[in-house]
């Protein structure tokens, strides 16, 4: 953040700010390819796979992955494990023959009990569903599929093997830095030409081709995007980050597991380590137990509004002292209030 606010008045002493240089000077160019570098050693990204800076978000994916990846009248299959796969389905189904292979909102249904298609392009999962809290463990598909991740909610979080997918998305928001742009590991030989009729912004080739240039950027989200990622490598890259969450969110579940008040609808495998979910038995008690929260510094906490309850997440930014602040505060209110 003190960077930031450094390179808002005056970029490396150029006396320009970090937001008023052109996408297209050295400077921002320069901006731009360590930021994709850096992402490529924490990911270990191959030569194989394009990086991309995109806008629209990790919803524009759910029509930019069809659109590249199948052409009408082919099937395409999807994992659905919650909301962000249901809006993933839903825009697929305007777009080509969606095959859903399993559906479960509190769990991820075993591999091997999946109704698989014989001919589908590609098989769409969401790593990690960000409002029910619903997360995969693994990744034991194996068969030859195009694997395709919305890991907007997780990437970074956790050790991913890059060479099992054909493509991955995020949106930045969550463990990259601001909104507003959204990153595309795809393998080069899924980027076809673009098409008769499908527009040109859609398809992964002109962006790359154009260095996720083919239209001004959101420079400034990609700068920060940068600094992040500079950031997670100094304190131990994606490995230390998968520690951490795991370290976070076994704190919350431990009291979640011991307590008679709060409790979780997602089964014990598939709890996320980002994002930690739960309810209180008496439902009369949720308002007060914001309240209190909020008078202990304890803010952002409140359960999606369609599902309720809270939520508490853990992304890259959030610290072990934030985390015992909670876990204090949860056991108090337990003991005294509830
Ligand atoms: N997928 C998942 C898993 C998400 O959590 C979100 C946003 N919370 C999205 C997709 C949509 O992202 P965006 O708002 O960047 O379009």
């Given at each position: 953040?003190?960077?930031?606010?450094?390179?808002?008045?005056?970029?490396?002493?150029?006396?320009?700010?970090?937001?008023?240089?052109?996408?297209?000077?050295?400077?921002?160019?320069?901006?731009?390819?360590?930021?994709?570098?850096?992402?490529?050693?924490?990911?270990?990204?191959?030569?194989?796979?394009?990086?991309?800076?995109?806008?629209?978000?990790?919803?524009?994916?759910?029509?930019?992955?069809?659109?590249?990846?199948?052409?009408?009248?082919?099937?395409?299959?999807?994992?659905?494990?919650?909301?962000?796969?249901?809006?993933?389905?839903?825009?697929?189904?305007?777009?080509?023959?969606?095959?859903?292979?399993?559906?479960?909102?509190?769990?991820v249904p075993d591999a091997s009990t999946w109704d698989r298609s014989s001919n589908s392009q590609y098989l769409h999962i969401t790593s990690n569903e960000t409002i029910s809290g619903v997360q995969i463990p693994d990744y034991p598909l194996d068969d030859g599929v195009t694997l395709v991740a919305d890991m907007t909610s997780d990437i970074l979080t956790r050790h991913l093997d890059i060479d099992k997918f054909g493509l991955v998305y995020a949106g930045t928001q969550k463990n990259m830095?601001?909104?507003?742009?959204?990153?595309?590991?795809?393998?080069?030989?899924?980027?076809?030409?673009?098409?008769?009729?499908?527009?040109?912004?859609?398809?992964?080739?002109?962006?790359?081709?154009?260095?996720?240039?083919?239209?001004?950027?959101?420079?400034?989200?990609?700068?920060?995007?940068?600094?992040?990622?500079?950031?997670?490598?100094?304190?131990?890259?994606?490995?230390?980050?998968?520690?951490?969450?795991?370290?976070?969110?076994?704190?919350?579940?431990?009291?979640?597991?011991?307590?008679?008040?709060?409790?979780?609808?997602?089964?014990?495998?598939?709890?996320?380590?980002?994002?930690?979910?739960?309810?209180?038995?008496?439902?009369?008690?949720?308002?007060?137990?914001?309240?209190?929260?909020?008078?202990?510094?304890?803010?952002?906490?409140?359960?999606?509004?369609?599902?309720?309850?809270?939520?508490?997440?853990?992304?890259?930014?959030?610290?072990?002292?934030?985390?015992?602040?909670?876990?204090?505060?949860?056991?108090?209110?337990?003991?005294?209030?509830?």
């Amino acid at each position: 953040m003190l960077e930031v606010q450094r390179d808002l008045l005056d970029y490396q002493g150029s006396g320009t700010s970090v937001v008023e240089i052109s996408h297209r000077s050295p400077a921002f160019m320069d901006i731009a390819q360590r930021a994709e570098a850096s992402l490529r050693r924490l990911l270990n990204v191959s030569e194989d796979y394009l990086v991309l800076f995109l806008q629209g978000g990790a919803t524009l994916q759910f029509a930019m992955v069809p659109l590249n990846l199948s052409v009408q009248g082919e099937t395409v299959e999807y994992l659905d494990t919650g909301l962000w796969s249901q809006k993933a389905i839903s825009e697929a189904s305007y777009l080509r023959n969606v095959h859903v292979v399993a559906s479960s909102t509190d769990s991820v249904p075993d591999a091997s009990t999946w109704d698989r298609s014989s001919n589908s392009q590609y098989l769409h999962i969401t790593s990690n569903e960000t409002i029910s809290g619903v997360q995969i463990p693994d990744y034991p598909l194996d068969d030859g599929v195009t694997l395709v991740a919305d890991m907007t909610s997780d990437i970074l979080t956790r050790h991913l093997d890059i060479d099992k997918f054909g493509l991955v998305y995020a949106g930045t928001q969550k463990n990259m830095g601001p909104s507003g742009v959204s990153i595309v590991i795809v393998r080069k030989d899924l980027c076809r030409e673009p098409r008769q009729g499908e527009p040109l912004y859609l398809n992964y080739r002109i962006h790359a081709e154009n260095d996720s240039m083919y239209n001004t950027p959101n420079t400034f989200a990609w700068y920060v995007s940068g600094l992040v990622f500079d950031w997670l490598l100094y304190e131990g890259g994606v490995a230390e980050m998968q520690r951490r969450c795991e370290e976070k969110s076994r704190k919350i579940y431990r009291v979640i597991n011991d307590s008679s008040l709060y409790f979780s609808t997602v089964e014990p495998a598939f709890r996320s380590k980002v994002n930690v979910t739960f309810s209180i038995r008496d439902e009369s008690l949720t308002d007060k137990f914001l309240t209190k929260a909020a008078e202990a510094n304890i803010v952002n906490i409140k359960g999606h509004r369609k599902v309720g309850g809270f939520r508490v997440s853990l992304y890259n930014g959030v610290t072990i002292e934030a985390v015992d602040a909670l876990v204090d505060f949860m056991e108090t209110f337990e003991r005294e209030i509830a």
